[in-house]
């Protein structure tokens, strides 16, 4: 019996009091935990012994919260960094919690600050002349705020852990690193098509130089420059590996990527709907069929017409008419461009059926009174009385009839744009792409064969002359040079002069900035129609 008083005095007199009360004339001991010490953790739970004359075990530890304001910070780290209360979320009551604040306007919240172990109320924690937003602190070649902003981690080189690293990835997938398009192209990484004019970030040329911006970082040369190293030679004439060949022609010398659309299978079957529903008219047919798509009769309405250079936008104007809710017409007709003249077949006989196509299709225009009519035709047509498409005699037969007929069109709808033409590539480009899988630039031809800037020029001069809109589509198909066969993920053509109609689908958004706005055209309707 002694021997066990004497082991519970020696228990009691060992084992600290935590939840004793604190003597009158000393401080109460402070709730906020120490950094310097370990968290308190609880004891192992032992069962208490028993027996008469055993004291009475000391009560649970109370742990007390690191973040009572549930702030994201730590109490301390608010008490001696960022000097915020620990018991308010929002210290200031400026609306925002402490730990999305940023004292020292350096790009990191005190969040981030903390996570990085970065001091909140200085801007240049290790006085390196530069602030901890701009600092690397992962080495990845991203700055610690432009992570943030990017919604990557500032302390981790590889986010996603895919073995690539954040600067080299490329978020958007549109042929351009992170870092490149950060501090290069000045483009949002986030975005395909930063600036929304169809043309996706990489296969944009910001300095004009016929190098594509995704050209350019292959290159190591700048996008923004179009001579970088200034001797004389522009980036595009440059030849960075030395191995001959300039720059432009190797700029897409790479394989096909890996994911193509659509499947290079089955490219040179896809066709615009029209070719399916009987709106695109082929050889035999003289009586125009309009279709008709979303959109209800009090919609806003478009009415898309000319040869198949028109169907192969339909499906951009359909992707345009259904996120509107307008109303998309359609009519249009193989190899029977919208220019009154007569088209030459076998030489010199006239096609006659299209002549009758074309005559009928103006009056259905005519009954629909659309608010807005798009046309679109290949300008390169042997012509009755100026066959050769090279002529000066083609140029004024084929700019003469295209006025009538843009002036007959502008006097029945509220508004006309006219498209100009796409490029022409050498061959069929699904099948040149099957032969060259692993290099995508044996299919390409250079600009200046692919697109004729004098029938352009004389396609311009036209819609001027009958007072309607001219909206070039070149730069959205051949935006740098040679055209390419391939942008991003997407083959541009089923064949060597027909836009693929899922990239069609990806340009609509480009397209819509190229359209006569929708209260332009209602306005010049309602004006006619008094």
């Known amino acids: 019996m002694v021997a066990l008083l004497l082991a519970g005095a020696l228990f009691a007199s060992l084992t600290p009091s935590v939840n004793a009360q604190a003597p009158q004339d000393s ?4 709730t906020s935990p120490n950094p310097s010490a370990s968290p308190v953790m609880p004891r192992p739970s032992v069962a208490p012994a028993s027996g008469p004359g055993l004291p009475v075990p000391p009560p649970a530890v109370t742990i007390t919260s690191v973040d009572p304001d549930h702030d994201g910070l730590p109490s301390t780290w608010e008490t001696r960094r960022s000097r915020t209360n620990p018991h308010k979320r929002d210290s200031d009551r400026d609306g925002r919690r402490d730990g999305q604040e940023d004292p020292d306007r350096d790009g990191l919240n005190n969040l981030r600050e903390y996570a990085l172990h970065l001091l909140p109320r200085r801007s240049d924690t290790d006085h390196d002349g530069r602030k901890d937003g701009d ?5 990845d070649r991203l700055s610690n705020a432009l992570e943030i902003r990017l919604g990557l981690r500032p302390d981790d080189a590889d986010s996603d852990d895919d073995g690539i690293r954040d600067g080299a990835e490329d978020m958007d997938r549109d042929g351009l690193s992170n870092r490149f398009e950060v501090r290069s192209t000045r483009t949002g990484p986030r975005h395909a098509d ?8 990489g296969a944009s040329d910001t300095d004009g130089d016929g190098l594509s911006d995704a050209g350019e970082e292959r290159a190591h040369t700048n996008p923004r420059r179009v001579d970088t190293d200034r001797d004389g030679t522009d980036d595009w004439h440059e030849d960075a590996d030395r191995n001959g ?12 990527p890996k994911v193509l659309t659509p499947r290079l299978s089955t490219a040179y079957r896809q066709r615009p709907a029209g070719y399916t529903d009987g709106c695109h008219a082929t050889r035999g047919v003289s009586v125009p069929f309009v279709c008709s798509y979303y959109g209800t009769s009090s919609s806003r309405s478009l009415f898309l017409v000319g040869d198949s250079h028109a169907q192969h936008w339909q499906p951009a104007f359909m992707d345009i008419a259904r996120r ?8 249009t007709k193989s190899s029977c461009p919208m220019p009154s003249v007569s088209i030459a077949l076998n030489g010199t006989e006239p096609d006659t059926e299209c ?23 290949r300008n390169d047509n042997h012509i009755v009385g100026a066959f050769d498409i090279d002529s000066d005699d083609n140029l004024r037969l084929w700019h003469d009839g295209m006025v009538a007929s843009l002036a007959r069109l502008d006097a029945i709808a509220g508004r006309v744009l006219l498209l100009g033409d796409t490029p022409q590539w050498a061959g069929k480009v699904p099948a040149c792409l099957q032969a060259h899988p692993r290099n995508m630039s044996a299919c390409e031809r250079r600009r200046d064969a692919s697109l004729s800037t004098r029938r352009a020029t004389n396609d311009e001069r036209a819609a001027a002359d009958a007072g309607v ?15 390419p066969v391939v942008i991003d993920q997407f083959i541009l053509s089923w064949d060597e002069h027909h836009v693929q109609p899922s990239y069609a689908v990806s340009l609509a958004r480009g397209l819509e900035r190229l359209l006569p706005t929708a209260d332009q055209a209602v306005t010049a309707r309602r004006q006619r129609d008094r």
Do not use: K
């Open 27 to 30: 401080p109460a001991p402070s």
């Open 135 to 139: 600092e690397d602190a992962d080495h």
């Open 194 to 201: 930063s600036n929304q004019d169809g043309v996706r970030d």
């Open 245 to 256: 060949t300039s720059n432009g022609m190797e700029q897409d010398r790479r394989p096909l």
């Open 324 to 331: 509107h809710g307008w109303r998309l017409y359609s009519s």
């Open 355 to 377: 002549d009758t196509w074309r005559e009928g299709v103006f009056q259905g225009i005519e009954a629909l009174r659309p608010d807005l009519v798009i046309t679109a035709s």
């Open 469 to 483: 809109v001219y909206a070039p589509t070149a730069q959205l198909i051949c935006p740098y040079d040679p055209c």
